[in-house]
C-alpha cells in the first residue's frame, strides 16, 4: 500500500479549522501523515493545529514559517516535507467527505493527477451549489490538455491527488500561476489527468475566499473596452513566465516543444503583431482539440483568440 499524505496550508483559518482537520482524521481510509504548515498567522490557527498535533504525534506534524509565503510557496513547503507516495491537498475551511481518501486512490489508475468534483457551502455550512465545476462554470478535463491548462484551468488543489513523482517534478511551484494549475501543466508532460466525477469535498464560499464567485470574478473582469488591452498585456506576460519554467521541467523528452516554442515566441512578440497566422494554422494542422478541451466547432474560435496580438485590442478595444 502506497504511503498517503495530506499537505494542509494555514493563514488565518482558525475559525474552520477544526473541522478541516477533523474530516481528514476520521477517513475510512486515514492518511499517514497530515503535514500541515502555517504561514505565520495572527490568529489562534498555529494553537490548534499544534494541539493537533500533540493528540496525533505519530500522525500529524506542525510547522510554523517565520514569515508570510503567501500561498503557492506555503504549500510549495508542504509538499516538500511530505514523504507519501500520493499527495493530497488540503484547504483550512472545507469538509471532506469521508470516504474520499480511499475513493480517491482506488480510481487513481497511472494519472500523475487524479481530481474530483465537490460541493459548495456557505458559512454555516449550507448548500449553495450541488457541483463545483458547474458553480465555476469550468469543464471537467482529462488527459493531457496542456493548451488548455495554459489557457485556463478547472482543477482545484482542494480536489486533487497527485503523485509524488508529480510533486517532485513540478517544485518549485511557478509564481506565475496558482498551484494546482501548475500541477495540471506538468501532469500533462507526465501521464497526464484524469478525473473522477464524484462530489468528494465541500468547498466552503465565505468572505476570504470570494474570489472564486464566477459572479464576482466576471463583474471583476467587466470594464471599459480599455481594460481588455491591459488584461491581454498582463495575460501575455503570466503565460510567458509559465512557459519559461514549464521547459525547465526535468521530463526527458519535452512533447510538442516546437510548437510552444513557436507560442511562446508569439507572446513575446505579441506587441507588434495583429494575428499570427502561422500559429493559427500550426494549432489547426496538428488537431489539438484535446490540448485544448473543446468540440471541433469551438476550436477554430479558440485558436484564433490564442493568435490574437496586441495590435488587435489596440484597434477595436481602445
Not at 17 to 36: A, G, K, M, R, Y
Not at 304 to 317: K, P, S, V
Request: net charge neutral; with cysteine.
Amino acid at each position: 500500500m502506497n504511503k498517503i499524505s495530506v499537505v494542509m496550508a494555514t493563514c488565518n483559518g482558525a475559525r474552520y479549522l477544526s473541522s478541516q482537520i477533523d474530516s481528514i482524521l476520521n477517513q475510512t481510509l486515514v492518511p499517514d501523515e497530515l503535514i500541515i504548515v502555517d504561514d505565520f498567522s495572527d490568529d489562534e490557527s498555529y494553537a490548534i493545529v499544534q494541539a493537533y498535533q500533540d493528540r496525533f504525534p505519530d500522525r500529524v506534524r506542525v510547522f510554523q514559517n517565520t514569515e508570510r509565503l503567501g500561498v503557492n510557496k506555503n504549500f510549495e513547503k508542504a509538499a516538500t516535507l511530505a514523504t507519501g507516495e500520493l499527495i493530497f491537498f488540503s484547504d483550512q475551511d472545507d469538509i471532506w467527505e469521508e470516504e474520499k481518501i480511499e475513493v480517491m486512490v482506488a480510481h487513481r489508475g497511472g494519472a500523475s493527477l487524479l481530481y474530483s468534483s465537490g460541493m459548495i457551502i456557505g458559512e454555516e455550512g449550507e448548500i449553495i451549489h450541488e457541483n463545483e465545476l458547474e458553480f465555476l462554470r469550468v469543464p471537467a478535463v482529462q488527459g493531457t490538455p496542456l493548451f488548455y491548462q495554459i489557457e485556463g484551468n478547472s482543477i482545484s488543489g482542494h480536489n486533487v491527488l497527485a503523485t509524488r513523482e508529480l510533486v517532485a517534478k513540478a517544485i518549485p511551484f511557478c509564481d506565475a500561476c496558482m498551484y494546482d494549475k501548475w500541477l495540471g501543466l506538468v501532469a500533462c508532460l507526465l501521464n497526464g489527468i484524469r478525473f473522477l466525477d464524484l462530489k468528494l469535498v465541500r468547498h466552503r464560499m465565505h468572505g476570504s475566499n470570494a474570489q472564486n464567485n464566477p459572479e464576482l470574478r466576471k463583474r471583476n473582469s467587466d470594464g471599459k473596452k480599455s481594460g481588455r488591452l491591459m488584461r491581454f498585456r498582463e495575460d501575455c506576460a503570466m503565460k510567458r513566465d509559465l512557459l519559461r519554467q514549464l521547459f525547465r521541467v526535468p521530463v526527458g523528452e519535452f512533447p510538442h516543444k516546437d510548437l510552444l516554442q513557436l507560442y511562446v515566441d508569439h507572446l513575446e512578440t505579441s506587441h507588434r503583431c495583429f494575428f499570427n497566422r502561422t500559429l493559427y494554422r500550426e494549432l489547426l494542422k496538428h488537431n489539438y482539440g484535446g490540448w485544448l478541451n473543446l468540440s471541433p466547432p469551438k476550436l477554430r474560435k479558440r485558436i484564433r483568440r490564442i493568435a490574437r496580438g496586441e495590435l488587435y485590442y489596440r484597434i477595436f478595444f481602445v
